[in-house]
């Protein structure tokens, strides 16, 4: 943004702001709505314009553009909550638009698309979870458990590699977590090796019987 | 020596939960001294037992002496139990851990040909974790019937003076009918707590006829009734709820789920929320009970068995803060909610799964043992079954995403993973005990497939099928049933025959749970079951029709295990035929309890409204048992691939690695002994081998060879088979001349010269060691005869 037009946002807001403190809300709506015309990447002027807007649609509309451009101010998510409960008590009717990590964004009874704050710690969904570090070595290590309980053979090829794959993924583990789950899939194919060899013993007698 | 000390084990658990069953749930002490009295008196009477069944003193005491050892450690660790419990907890796990010793012993030194190892090798790990999942019950049943001492049990919160949070009760809602919301609606209407709202969440309920008249009633019912209704939200229930948590009152702390069809006490918040006081308490449950319950068979054994989760496991798990959130009539805290992230909306037992995400996070839960309020139980077998997939589809998924925190080293890896032993235990145990029907499913399947290769008089060999691995198994099955009937009258206080119509209610659900299982594993997302649609306006028919996979496999079970002993009467194959028509009846009381439904269908009318519990795709019952229907056909195709490969020309070594059961057979009761030679009888489970036809017998002169007896008795017998006539008895390292031998190299027997006489008998290969070729050992089909003496 130009300098001259930052100062020109800047004393619209301060105007819209005096007004608004003064109880000149049309005025103060006015200013604001000048400033968010000029600069729609401004929340601070939608959040007045939001505060001073004659109609609880346009309220809703400007909190929810503030919302989307600063969703860690606390004052536009409550006043947003409160709107967002005002409307829901008049038409309880709401329609699923999209989501993001922070927000929904609904469709009001009335046609409003609203974003509403999700106020909660994100979880990434299970089916959309990254494979970790350790997944091939995990594999190798399902395939050597699998082969252990069909006579042991396959055991003794897979626990191998399973440990091979930890230990090489070893260096590049990031995190000291990621290192103790490679250490603990080394320590357990080496322990399915070991059940292994005298499992595929007992499968391999039988086909040279002494 | 291992067979002996399985049987005298066995006799010491016997003893041991009998004495519970009738005494367990009334001591109500425990102490160190009358526990180890119990000890001492199980074992010596166990030992009196023992003395005249084996004798052999010294290995008697010796295992005692362990034994004991062993029932001290455990009465050390588990000091809440009675002396009862801890005796036969110890009992039976010593037991159980000498049966998986003994079958892995027999799977490994067994002369079975490659391939049979393998499905013998399968069948062991089927069985271990079989045993395993039964001791978990065993335990959670001795732990709330005979736990005389409880840490956390709690029947009423009393209310603190001043605190009374605000509390958001959430009623999700989806096509339920107006009448059934509004009773609940009205019924939280009168909740005593000052300080509460009810919201509403109705989520993709496609006619507005349905779900705007709950706006109307919210509104008649005051302020802080509101009323959410949510379109095209994805998410099924979950999510919606996520998204209800962004429109309760700011000052709400506390959640409650209350389901549409509840009504609910009017003191359940003032009497739960005190336990919020404690700032770790993160969620408290209560019983889920049921106002349509009686009238008929199937509902109260339906009811019964709902009531057993929260009779059984919700208490023991409440002992070591391991309980599950199970939905509705719980309080869960908002910030802890919102810290983990809110409800999972790929599982579909979200509740369950939020719980688990919460313990790790090292908060607190309470159960509380009171019914604060009642719901409507399925209408009908069909709602039933549906309902038991999705609870059992979403125990899987919790497994699924969860299985690396429930591990012991969990904690290693994830420093942030607070769980406790217990907790990983109760979690872990509980997704594997869904399994514990698809095990039993495949024993079914073991049990037909040796049925049906008696009936053809097919050499296809598993494993040996010794006394032991016929005899131990049975004693389990009938002390845990015996066991699941003790804990069913006692924490349900039923009559017997309630306890048994609940346990097969239970039974009767085993065919879906499999199908759960198999879908929770394949499946990337929730689905839900769609049983067969009706062809016929008979509900009759229709009930029938929903159950068909259940009836044609009990069916399959009782006809293969009659025409088994039919086609050959002998003791071995009245065994299989007993055994498959228990586990038929467990099949045919899919369709039984289907039909008993209709009682229900018609005594409510339409005063039940059809709950829709669907969540995800659909998924066809026949769609689904396809796996099941693959998954045998491999089975029955390897089995067959078995006859074609060689077996061994003569018996290995390796033999002689192999538990002494059949000599140990003749050691507890030479009249019990009779056909008792595994040998006889090697095949997927129980098969007998066929008659030795009739040949014309070649001359048997001296063969040079000789056999050394291996075990410390064996039987000789007229013919080469477990059921024959015995002749004589033959001790340990006697050395005698083998004349002959029968034609399977697999499963030898020699057909000797007795020692002093001029008769013949069969001896059992495994009992002995062959000196010599087999080469010049002529074939032969002769009967043994004592002969006379010389």
Redesign the interface.
Known sequence: MQPNLQTEISQLLEEAGKFAQQGKREKAYRYSLKATTIAPGEPRGWYIRAQNAPSREEQLMCLSHAYTLAPDHVETK?DL?AA??AL??QE?????VYETEQF?QVRSGRDLLIN????????V???KKKPGLAQPAFRWLTFALVAL????VGAVLFAPVAAFQALRLQASAPTD?ER??LL?VFILAVLVWLVAIP?SW??L???Y?? | MLVRAIYLCALWSAISLLTTLVMGSRLRRSDSALSFLWLTGVILAGNFIAIFAFGRLLEIFGLSLLAFIFGLYWIIRLRDWNAPAQITWSMTLMTTGLFMVYTFLLT??S????LS??FA??FF?LEAITLTLALAHMHESLDVVCRVRWHRLLEKLEPIPGYLPMVSLQVPAYNEPVEVVEKTLKSLAGLNYPNFEVLVVDNNTPLQATWRPL?EICRTLGPNF?????????GYKSGAL??A???TD?RAEILGIIDADYEVDPNFLNELVPAFANPQVAFVQTPQDYNDSTGDVFSESMYRGYKYFFEVSMPSRNERNAIIFAGTMGLIRKSV??????W????ITEDAEASLRILKKGYQSLYINRSYGSGMMPINFEGLKKQRFRWCFGGIQILK?HWEALMP?AH????ENKLTFAQRYYYLVGGLGWFSDVFNLLFAFFLVMGAVFNIFSSPIKIRPLTDTVLIIPAVFLCLHILRFLWVLRNRLRVSMNMAVATMYNFFSLGWVVTLACIQGLVQ??GVFLRTPKGTSASKAWHAIQVTQWETAIGILCIMAGLIAFGSDRNWRTLSLCILLIWQGSLYLAAPLYSLLSLNRETALGGTVPVQVTDQGKPVLEQLAARWVVAFSMVLIGAFSLIRFLPT???L???VRFLPEDSSSAVALSPQQSAGREPGATASPVLTTAPETPEMPAPTLGATGATATVTASSANCRARPRGGAERITFLYKDQQVEIVGRSDDPGNPWWLIKIPDSNGRCWLWGMTATLNGSIEGIPITSERGTAGDSQ
């Open positions: 409550q909550r967002v409960h829901v008590k309880p009717f709401l329609a699923y929904y509403v704050p999700k106020d909660r710690t994100f979880e969904p299970y089916l309980f069909l006579g042991g977590g103790t789950r603990i499992i007992l499968l007698i039988r086909f019987p002494v | 490994a030194f002369p079975l040909n490659p190892f393998v090798l399968i790990f706006e509101h009323c959410l209704h949510l379109d095209q939200w994805p996520n998204f948590v962004t429109q700011p909610l919102e810290e983990i992230g809110g999972d909306e790929w599982c995403k080293w290693l890896v994830d420093p990337r997302e061994p020309a003569g290995p070594d390796y």
